[in-house]
């Protein structure tokens, strides 16, 4: 995927703390920052997936209730 460039404005602690951390894993500034925003989109991604699956199996426990309803 192409690479574009962004200017943003981030508080003190968190340029900090974005040092610290970026060294420790021995990454850029930059390439820490994608890892930060590619783990939340995923974290995203996964809570809608959870949501989905929980509406599913309530769709699935009503049909069942159906059925039992049906077989009487």
Request: hydrophobic share 35%.
């Amino acid at each position: 995927m192409a690479k574009i460039k962004i200017s943003m404005q981030i508080e003190e602690d968190m340029k900090e703390y974005v040092e610290e951390q970026s060294e420790r894993l021995g990454v850029s500034q930059s390439g820490f920052i994608n890892m930060c925003i590619a783990n939340y989109k995923e974290q995203r991604e996964s809570i809608q997936a959870m949501n989905n699956m929980k509406g599913l199996a309530n769709q699935i426990e009503e049909l069942n209730r159906s059925i039992k309803k049906i077989q009487k």
